[in-house]
């Protein structure tokens, strides 16, 4: 069974802090993404990558790091955390160009 | 950036009744996908489309996407408690690779 983790599903940060998410993928996929998710708003990309080492800005990278040392594990880093950064943090993964993209449950981060 | 505006954005139906979403944009998709969302976890694939008029079913939903690949629909008929969730359209432009263009999300409650 295929499976993306995220390392935490609840978190709660104060203002300034940094903060890593991390996510896993066991499916060998070579692109991975990270979304958040705002009601009303639907998902919106905030970085991708398509090979280790290797990161893509989308669009809404302010404020925003990744990392991909490995294949399998993408992290999305807040350098300081702002408490507009409170959101649902979502990590995917896919084959390939315009295949189906496997997310993981999520991350719930709150900035008091 | 593409935008891609879902409507209704909340739907409140009683259990074997009938229901549209709608997907629409101004853009030209290659593909789109839906995906289906329910509380705690991640976005799954119901469906992807790839070309103008093309017409899908799975089981009860069935999947529409525009002539021109700008727009598309989901419909459900008869629908159930189970089917309560999340939709989100997301569509994949020409030049953007692997990334997709979330659309805003439909919350669709059936009571039962």
């Known amino acids: 069974d295929v499976k993306v983790t995220q390392s935490s599903r609840y978190l709660v940060k104060r203002t300034g802090e940094k903060v890593f998410l991390e996510c896993v993928q066991d499916?060998?996929?070579?692109?991975m993404f990270w979304y958040r998710q705002d009601p009303g708003l639907g998902l919106r990309l905030i970085y991708f990558?398509?090979?280790?080492?290797?990161?893509e800005k989308g669009d809404i990278p302010e404020g925003y790091s990744v990392s991909r040392e490995k294949k399998e594990r993408f992290s999305l880093i807040l350098e300081s955390a702002s408490t507009n950064q409170t959101s649902m943090y979502l990590c995917?993964?896919?084959?390939?160009?315009?295949?189906?993209?496997?997310f993981g449950p999520g991350t719930r981060l709150t900035v008091l | 950036t593409q935008l891609l505006e879902q409507s209704p954005q909340f739907l409140s139906i009683q259990e074997g009744e009938n229901l549209t979403v709608y997907c629409n944009s101004s853009?030209?998709?290659?593909?789109l996908q839906w995906y289906r969302q329910e509380p705690g976890e991640g976005p799954v694939l119901l469906v992807t489309?790839?070309?103008?008029?093309e017409v899908k079913k799975l089981k009860r939903l069935t999947f529409q996407f525009g002539d021109a690949r700008k727009d598309s629909s989901l419909h459900i008929t008869a629908a159930q408690p189970g089917d309560t969730g999340l939709y989100l359209c997301?569509?994949?432009?020409?030049?953007?690779?692997?990334?997709?263009?979330f659309g805003t999300g439909t919350r669709l409650a059936v009571r039962p």
């Open positions: 990558s398509y090979d280790v080492k290797m990161k």
């Open positions: 499916m060998d996929h070579e692109n």
């Open positions: 997301a569509g994949e432009g020409k030049s953007s690779g692997d990334k997709l263009t």
């Open positions: 489309v790839v070309t103008g008029g």
């Open positions: 995917a993964s896919s084959l390939g160009q315009g295949l189906e993209q496997f």
């Open positions: 853009s030209v998709f290659s593909s």
